[in-house]
């Protein structure tokens, strides 16, 4: 889900497969320590262990490279979430579970979800990638709503995308808070990782109205 005009196709290779996989993770150590702007291309293939004319091989510029960082964290990001419970018989469980794995997976991401951000407002490419990593999440969502509604456990009177909307916005707004911006904290502590799966589970499950919970 990386701008495609910024791909290139991959190394046909093993050597090459290789090369790029290291440009690919050094990048990120340098995107991540030194942000977007102030990284150079020197460094990255520095960090890589290779020449910089080898760097130009395999990306073009750091538009490239950075697509290609982000592709790789796609997978990490865009989890099914749903089949981390065993039988998926308990709907609240599911959904705890599929948070939790999403908040995890942002934590684990954070540097590079503020990289995102601070890129999409400088770069076309890059902010039209941000709309489309979002209406992605928003889509699984709701089909996952609609799903729920036709199970009779939430609320059938809601729209599963205008609902889908306005949840998922409020929960990767708060990891983004939370775990990039590291705002909320009180006295030099965050709220506990736990703490945070709780309460975004619970916020879900009343506003559709789950059973028992509303």
Not at 33 to 41: E, I, K, P, Q
Not at 44 to 55: D, N, Q, R
Not at 94 to 103: G, K, P, T
Not at 195 to 200: G, H, K, N, R, S
């Amino acid at each position: 889900m990386a701008p495609p005009a910024l791909l290139r196709d991959r190394p046909t290779t093993e050597r090459g497969t290789r090369t790029r996989a290291a440009l690919i993770a050094a990048a990120r150590t340098v995107f991540e320590r030194s942000g977007y702007l102030d990284a150079r291309l020197i460094d990255i293939a520095k960090e890589a262990g290779c020449a910089t004319g080898s760097f130009y091989t395999y990306f073009a510029n750091k538009e490239e490279v950075f697509a290609a960082v982000l592709e790789v964290a796609r997978d990490d990001m865009m989890h099914p979430g749903m089949g981390r419970v065993a039988g998926a018989d308990d709907p609240y469980a599911v959904l705890e579970a599929s948070n939790r794995a999403y908040l995890a997976a942002y934590q684990r991401n954070a540097k590079l979800m503020g990289l995102m951000e601070q890129v999409a407002h400088i770069d076309p490419e890059f902010r039209k990638f941000r709309s489309e990593r979002a209406n992605a999440f928003i889509r699984r969502n709701a089909r996952g709503i609609a799903d729920l509604q036709s199970r009779g456990i939430a609320d059938t009177t809601l729209d599963p995308m205008t609902a889908s909307i306005a949840l998922s916005g409020m929960v990767s707004r708060l990891a983004y808070s939370l775990f990039t911006l590291h705002e909320g904290e009180v006295d030099g502590r965050s709220p506990e990782f736990d703490q945070i799966v709780a309460t975004v589970t619970d916020l879900w499950a009343n506003a559709l109205k789950f059973p028992d919970r509303s």
